[in-house]
């Protein structure tokens, strides 16, 4: 009963952060431009604001077009459930890698989806590109974290991976391991729409992705898929820095250590989004038809990773 509280606590926990790490990543963007920029609690008055709004809903559209902000939105709690945020053993007993990574398949399906059903010529085309780049993102995510599982004796429960990777200690400067996470880390980027693969920032029809499948959504509809891609950001960097960077997670709870756990993955993740603030504030968003060398690079760095298990 106690590791169930624990893992809802921890699964509320990252609800509530994800739209301030939003912020503090549009706040870090805006400085490094030299500009003022929003507060960084201005998402959470933008999902409010949101959630208070009527939806307006296209004729064209049918039921599906209400119903799939709620399965991204319960998608990301799921993923939420299964990620080693603070605590490594309740999260997640029954899950492992390769169920994170259908449920991540599942979120990008209905988003898809979504932007096929508001009828718009936008959704479509935002739809099209972003099933363009799944046929690319997903084997290098799947890949990179097989990678980690084959480092760590071949587990993929989410549970077990920390702890191996703790009790092998030097382990963080493995090959393996560094081609791995640089694999995800790109992959973040490419899941979460972010440069150089989107601009979440625009709404040019030429080259959005992300904003054209959600285009059509407005009200509460939208403000749950805002908040569902939002915590998207923060379930992916969670992982990157749990899952291949361990320390500091904690494995035995108790109030000091929680403490202790909680202040090292805030410090980890504030890092990750200050290096995505980096890119975005020096790199430009590729044009769609470079989109997929970036992500072969991603993939053979993933396979490198793999190969060299066994080489090394």
Known sequence: MMDLALSIMQTILIIALSPLFAGILRKA?????????????QPYRDIAKLMRKSETVSES?????????????????????????????????????????YIFTLYRFMMILGGLEGGSTFGGMGSSREMMMSVLIEPSLLLSLMALAGLTGGSTMVSDIPRELIG????????????????????????????????????LELTMVHEGMLIEYSGRGLGLMELSSMMRLMIFSSLLCTMFFPWGLVFTPSPSAILIGLASVLIKILLVMLAI???????????????????????ALSLLAMISLYIL
């Not at 963007?29 to 609690?41: D, Y």
């Not at 890119?279 to 993939?299: D, G, M, V, W």
Request: charged letters at 10%; one cysteine or more; a positive charge.
């Open 168 to 203: 092998m200690g030097a382990i963080v400067f493995a090959p393996a391991l560094i081609l791995a996470a640089s694999s995800f880390f790109i992959t973040l980027l490419a899941e979460n729409s972010r440069v150089p693969f989107d601009n979440p920032a625009t709404h």
């Open 61 to 101: 559209s049918s039921w599906l077009f209400r119903f799939i902000p709620y399965v991204c939105f319960g998608s990301m709690v799921l993923l939420a459930l299964m990620t080693p945020f603070i605590l490594a053993d309740v999260a997640a007993p029954y899950g492992d890698l390769i169920s994170m990574v």
């Open 277 to 299: 603030a980096l890119i975005e504030s020096f790199l430009a968003k590729y044009r769609l038809f470079r989109l997929p060398n970036l992500l072969t690079a991603s993939f």
């Open 29 to 41: 963007k805006a400085r490094m431009q030299h500009r003022t920029g929003n507060s960084i609690l």
